[in-house]
């Protein structure tokens, strides 16, 4: 089957699967369900690379609680209504994206497949599907921009404790055609992750998620020899460098300073932190506990959204990540006021089963999956989405 793009994406992706398993006897590749994926991702990956993409601070509740929230929400469909033409289109920052989603921010993705990032980079591309590169990368982000193209793309950042690094980075993500910096201020430090701690593994000690750094000048200035003579220097100074426990508001002033680009905070949860991102000059805010990866007992990221919604109220874009898994539960995000949802593991998982191939068969499904529910509540655009269409369990 070809696709036709004048045609609704959710029926022509549902026929394409129905007619290869059922013409041709070859059922989807990549699961479709998302238990059905993450355990196929899981088994294809080495326990260690298993336990730390699937894991979370603590004993994971966090993780847990993700989906909890969701499920505390229920969508309400409209009847009768003419649903044969739907427009999943939004205006992010006075640019239109196809598709009110974004691959959120995942480093070291080399750990589970040998093309990293540039595997997720290709299937961005392929489906003009947003994406936000991290600062912990296994390829450059001069690399990675090369084969996305016009596709929308962010930069996320975190702040050095070596600020000629991070003027550095926000000056490469200039230069490569960035669209916006998203500056993570969840990491003080990195979270107490029990299953990774079991394993005795945290990926940047083996060189992954390093190349941003060994590829920066002002990085690179900090060491004797060359990343390449010296990698286990190169590998020290990074976490030496990686995160500043001293930031401060201020840090979010300095940055809204440094670039004429949108600056968006990646961590809220409470809305008054909210409130001061907004009076420091924010472009947009990310609703988001790092995916449970940073406080065990930590609450539900959609259930701080609602509220910073209302608090924000208009003053700045609000984007939601953390328990995405479906296109059903991207519409409940943002039938709560997301302008755009982050998607984290789901893609790590198509990464892992089957490269490029994998993460699109992933995004495709959740488009599909996003499109197919909009119509089927009565829906026909996901920028007319309001809380009406929910009701709280």
């Given at each position: 089957m070809t696709f036709d793009p004048s045609e609704p994406y959710g029926e022509y992706r549902q026929q394409e699967i129905y007619a290869m398993g059922t013409l041709a006897d070859q059922p989807p590749e990549i699961p479709v369900r998302w238990t059905a994926l993450e355990t196929a991702a899981i088994e294809a990956m080495d326990d260690r690379a298993a336990a730390y993409v699937s894991g979370g601070a603590g004993s994971g509740e966090t993780v847990d609680e993700n989906r909890?929230?969701?499920?505390?929400?229920?969508?309400?469909?409209?009847?009768?209504?003419?649903?044969?033409?739907?427009?999943?289109?939004?205006?992010?920052?006075?640019?239109?994206?196809?598709?009110?989603?974004?691959?959120?921010?995942?480093?070291?993705?080399?750990?589970?497949?040998?093309?990293?990032?540039?595997?997720?980079?290709?299937?961005?591309?392929?489906?003009?599907?947003?994406?936000?590169?991290?600062?912990?990368?296994?390829?450059?982000?001069?690399?990675?921009?090369?084969?996305?193209?016009?596709?929308?793309?962010?930069?996320?950042?975190?702040?050095?404790?070596?600020?000629?690094?991070?003027?550095?980075?926000?000056?490469?993500?200039?230069?490569?055609?960035?669209?916006?910096?998203?500056?993570?201020?969840?990491?003080?430090?990195?979270?107490?992750?029990?299953?990774?701690?079991?394993?005795?593994?945290?990926?940047?000690?083996e060189g992954h998620g390093i190349a941003n750094y060994t590829s920066d000048p002002a990085f690179c200035d900090g060491l004797s020899d060359s990343p390449a003579e010296n990698e286990d220097a190169a590998i020290q100074h990074f976490l030496d460098v990686f995160g500043d426990p001293t930031i401060t508001w201020n840090a979010v002033s300095d940055l809204c300073s440094m670039t004429d680009l949108p600056v968006v905070i990646k961590g809220v949860l409470h809305p008054d932190d909210a409130e001061t991102a907004v009076d420091h000059g924010v472009d947009g805010i990310v609703v988001s506990n790092h995916g449970g990866r940073q406080v065990d007992g930590e609450l539900g990221a959609l259930e701080a959204l609602p509220r910073i919604v209302e608090r924000v109220a208009g003053r700045s874009a609000v984007f939601f990540d953390s328990g995405v898994r479906s296109g059903a539960d991207a519409l409940t995000a943002l039938a709560l006021g997301a302008d755009a949802v982050g998607i984290g593991r789901p893609v790590v998982y198509g990464l892992a089963l089957d490269g490029a191939d994998g993460v699109r068969s992933v995004l495709e499904n959740i488009r599909a999956g996003l499109d197919l529910t909009l119509a089927n509540t009565g829906r026909t655009n996901v920028a007319d989405l309001d809380r009406s269409l929910l009701v709280a369990r």
């Amino acid at each position: 089957m070809t696709f036709d793009p004048s045609e609704p994406y959710g029926e022509y992706r549902q026929q394409e699967i129905y007619a290869m398993g059922t013409l041709a006897d070859q059922p989807p590749e990549i699961p479709v369900r998302w238990t059905a994926l993450e355990t196929a991702a899981i088994e294809a990956m080495d326990d260690r690379a298993a336990a730390y993409v699937s894991g979370g601070a603590g004993s994971g509740e966090t993780v847990d609680e993700n989906r909890r929230a969701f499920a505390q929400w229920r969508i309400v469909p409209r009847l009768l209504r003419d649903v044969s033409e739907r427009d999943l289109s939004v205006d992010v920052f006075g640019r239109q994206w196809d598709l009110p989603l974004q691959i959120a921010p995942i480093g070291v993705q080399s750990i589970v497949h040998e093309d990293g990032v540039l595997a997720t980079a290709r299937a961005a591309a392929d489906l003009d599907v947003p994406i936000c590169l991290s600062s912990v990368s296994s390829s450059p982000i001069e690399e990675i921009t090369a084969k996305l193209g016009e596709t929308p793309t962010w930069f996320q950042l975190y702040w050095s404790s070596d600020r000629s690094i991070t003027e550095s980075f926000v000056r490469r993500a200039e230069n490569t055609g960035c669209n916006a910096i998203v500056l993570t201020v969840d990491v003080p430090l990195l979270g107490w992750r029990e299953r990774d701690l079991e394993q005795g593994y945290l990926p940047m000690l083996e060189g992954h998620g390093i190349a941003n750094y060994t590829s920066d000048p002002a990085f690179c200035d900090g060491l004797s020899d060359s990343p390449a003579e010296n990698e286990d220097a190169a590998i020290q100074h990074f976490l030496d460098v990686f995160g500043d426990p001293t930031i401060t508001w201020n840090a979010v002033s300095d940055l809204c300073s440094m670039t004429d680009l949108p600056v968006v905070i990646k961590g809220v949860l409470h809305p008054d932190d909210a409130e001061t991102a907004v009076d420091h000059g924010v472009d947009g805010i990310v609703v988001s506990n790092h995916g449970g990866r940073q406080v065990d007992g930590e609450l539900g990221a959609l259930e701080a959204l609602p509220r910073i919604v209302e608090r924000v109220a208009g003053r700045s874009a609000v984007f939601f990540d953390s328990g995405v898994r479906s296109g059903a539960d991207a519409l409940t995000a943002l039938a709560l006021g997301a302008d755009a949802v982050g998607i984290g593991r789901p893609v790590v998982y198509g990464l892992a089963l089957d490269g490029a191939d994998g993460v699109r068969s992933v995004l495709e499904n959740i488009r599909a999956g996003l499109d197919l529910t909009l119509a089927n509540t009565g829906r026909t655009n996901v920028a007319d989405l309001d809380r009406s269409l929910l009701v709280a369990r």
